[in-house]
């Protein structure tokens, strides 16, 4: 055989074994290991202490917990649970619950369930919607749980609840309708701008009366403005109450008091 083509040979069998040799071992290389996925986890929250229906649920009372995925998934759980928006109002327990027991959110009554108001309401008393717009609300924002009073604008010569410009000073006064009703729920709407009118928010103050009172507000409603202020808790009829002689010092006007109502002669 030629002598170059063996030299060639020979030394291509000699790069083969010395690039062989300067490759890195396989297991000369550092092990590779593979990281778990992390444990999946919830956050669930139960009770310090028992729970009456209706009975409400505060903050302190409750223990926010962190489970397994396969345990809470055996009690229901496929996420985290939280507490729904009160905006300023309260969550009630929906059934009676023990101290320990997981707070589902069928168990609780928040301000966006449709029988909201048949918990926070009192037995013999009745809801009653008040719509009012921004600035007939006095003293600031009015908010579930507070004591407001119903004043009435009123005129002996007009109906003062269909119209907004009082024509005569005679027969005009201001006096308390109510005093001290419970506010159970406050709603707001925002009522977008018209070519004739300017953007506005109403808002419709839900208040717990007696049927009584019930019958005082349908009528009010009909023949006077009505204004709500907070409740202060120590005003008598005679300081929440004017007429015309009050503000106009050459008209005199006769204020006769009765009980809590206030009728100008």
Sequence with gaps: MNSKLLSLIA??????GLYGLLQPNDSDQPAQTETAPPDVVYKVITLKSALDRGETIARNNLIIETWPESKANQMGIDKDMALPETHGEVLLARRTLAAGDILYPDAV?????????????????IPFPLEVSSTSVVG????AGALVDIMALASTDQNLANE?????????SLAP??????VL???QSRQEATRNQP??????LILELTRKQVAT????????????????GKSSPKDMSANAGDVLDDYRAITEFRADTAVVK
């Design 199 to 204: 953007a506005s928010t109403d808002t419709t």
């Design 185 to 187: 729920k406050v709603a």
């Design 11 to 16: 030394f291509v069998a000699i790069a083969i």
């Design 164 to 172: 907004t410009t009082v024509r005569s000073f005679r027969g005009v």
């Design 140 to 143: 600031g924002a009015v908010r």
């Design 217 to 232: 507000m349908t009528i009010a409603k009909r023949i006077a403005q009505l204004e709500v202020h907070k409740s202060l």
């Design 109 to 125: 009554v928040s301000p966006q369930s449709q029988d909201y108001l048949d918990y926070v309401t009192q037995d013999n008393r």
């Design 177 to 182: 309708v109510l005093m001290g009703v419970k």
